[in-house]
Nanobody
Framework: VQLQASGGGLVQAGGTLRLSCEAS?????????MGWYRQAPGVQRELVAS???????NYADSVKGRVTISRDNAKNAVYLQLNNLEPEDTAAYLC??????????????WGMGTQVTVSS
């Protein structure tokens, strides 16, 4: 079971990006909470946003009003819409998911990360 993220890139300040992340694997039964973290060099990993399987997203104060998290349970996918990007948003963005497997274990999945770079 794995997570595959995409959608990062280089944008100017004020620009937008949409990140996508999809879980796949034959042992996957259901995905519960999903989220996006980010990590810049020399900075502690930060939770950007999270969303339960059936509910609303929660956001870090630093991105409220600029970021929207959503998910498609049929696709085991989570998305992050980034608007009005700032240079401070530059980081590797990693998706995370709590996945229930066929053996009924819940595992914490991490994607490889997708780089977002915002130029001033």
């Amino acid at each position: 079971v794995q997570l595959q993220a995409s959608g990062g890139g280089l944008v100017q300040a004020g620009g937008t990006l949409r990140l996508s992340c999809e879980a796949s694997g034959s042992d996957l039964v259901v995905i519960n909470d999903m989220g996006w973290y980010r990590q810049a060099p020399g900075v502690q990993r930060e939770l950007v946003a999270s969303i339960p399987r059936n509910g609303k997203g929660n956001y870090a104060d630093s991105v409220k009003g600029r970021v929207t998290i959503s998910r498609d349970n049929a696709k085991n996918a989570v998305y992050l819409q980034l608007n009005n990007l700032e240079p401070e948003d530059t980081a590797a963005y990693l998706c995370n998911a709590a996945a229930v497997l066929r053996n009924l274990r819940t595992v914490d999945l991490w994607g490889m990360g997708t780089q977002v770079t915002v130029s001033s």
